[in-house]
């Protein structure tokens, strides 16, 4: 029998910027997906999900083209067993303790890496996440970046992690004692509609075109393009970039004051500037931003719907009508035998 543990994610600050090699501070969750199984010699794979009716039951090897298979969920773990080679056989089960559907935690990503691991046994933690990345691209057909993917696989118990995405270079960075992460749904499911999240990194490309990497850009730069919504776009990327050191270094001084101010910075220029937000979505972030307890909220992951995040004074409870947790800053995917 072996079984692998990948985590979700959420996102603290750093959003839209992982496609231009920008800067983010996401942590895993202690919450994630198990699979759990073993490998055979009938030459199918076999997984069943305590959330879905429809199990997956496909032929090995897997050849072709994934994205007609059913059901969908399957896709990810098929399209993983194609990217090793599986070839010999494999019957398990898929158990989730992330909310369901919409939410924005990267359960996909999970699933992707979960998939890797445990079908192809444990590797270069970089490269299983781009290898996670282009199967989830495959599935989808949102052209993502890599923040998902490397938190889901290199989280630390108790710490966020800096991710320079240009370099790859990840640093943990320790939460402090004081303050607890809160996470919530906007109530609205996330759409990560593959056309706004694509055409948000195409607008980041054509700016790159113009003025070079958004990573070196300065808010000059980006103020004296021509397009205004591409002045928009890039005043977000710049900004967003600067907060993440910003929010370690809030960490470091203890000031959650200053934290809370600079998720409720982010809030707004992902609604005014990036416009991934919606009104359900500012509702909610304004409703809990008001409440006792809570620093500053923000919109979490890739927008359009999906999880809000807070940073908050331990033991807030959140008066809202939606789905929330408490979220512990957990371990990267694990694989054991
Ligand atoms: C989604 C993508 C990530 C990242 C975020 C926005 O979660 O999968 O790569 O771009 O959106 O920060």
């Known amino acids: 029998m072996t079984s692998v543990f990948a985590p979700g994610r959420v996102n603290l600050i ?5 496609y231009t090699g920008g ?31 429809e199990p997956l039951d496909v032929a090995l090897p897997i050849g072709g083209d994934v994205t007609t298979l059913q059901p969908v969920w399957g896709r990810y773990l098929a399209s993983a067993a194609q990217q090793v080679g599986l070839a010999r056989g494999f019957e398990g089960e898929i158990e989730s303790t992330l909310p369901a559907g919409g939410t924005g935690l990267s359960s996909s990503s999970a699933l992707a890496c979960a998939a890797l691991l445990l079908f192809g046994g444990d590797a270069d ?21 890599l923040m998902d993917q490397l938190s889901v696989l290199n989280g630390v118990a108790g710490h966020a992690l800096r991710i320079d995405c240009g370099s790859l270079d990840i640093a943990p960075v320790p939460l402090p004692d004081d ?4 996470v919530f749904h906007s109530g609205q499911p996330r759409m990560l509609a593959d056309s706004e999240y694509n ?17 070196e850009a300065t808010l000059d730069q980006v103020s004296a393009l021509d397009d205004p919504t591409m002045v928009k776009r890039g005043r977000h990327v710049v900004r967003e ?33 990036y416009e991934v937000s919606t009104p359900i979505v500012d509702a909610q972030q304004q409703r809990v931003a008001a409440m006792p307890g809570i620093y500053g909220a923000r919109l979490t992951g890739g927008g359009f719907g999906g999880s ?30």
């Open 179 to 182: 303050v607890e992460v809160l």
């Open 14 to 18: 750093g959003e839209h910027t992982d």
């Open 199 to 215: 055409e948000r990194r195409a607008t980041c490309e054509a700016i790159e075109a113009l003025i070079g990497p958004l990573r």
């Open 23 to 53: 800067l983010v501070l996401p942590m895993a969750l202690d919450s994630g997906i198990t699979i759990t199984g073993q490998h055979n010699d009938t030459g199918r794979l076999v997984l069943s999900s305590s959330q879905f009716d």
């Open 125 to 145: 933690r970089t490269e299983l996440a781009k290898t996670a990345r282009s199967i989830e691209f495959a599935a989808t057909g949102v052209n993502s970046g």
């Open 308 to 337: 809000l995040v807070a940073l908050a004074e331990p033991g807030t409870t959140l008066e809202i009508d939606e789905w929330w947790m408490r979220a512990r800053p957990g371990q990267g995917a694990t694989l054991s035998d």
């Open 241 to 273: 970039n600067a907060r993440v050191d910003a929010m370690i270094e809030a960490f470091t001084s203890g000031d959650l004051s200053l934290a809370g101010e600079i998720l409720e910075d982010g809030h707004r220029s992902l609604s005014e500037d």
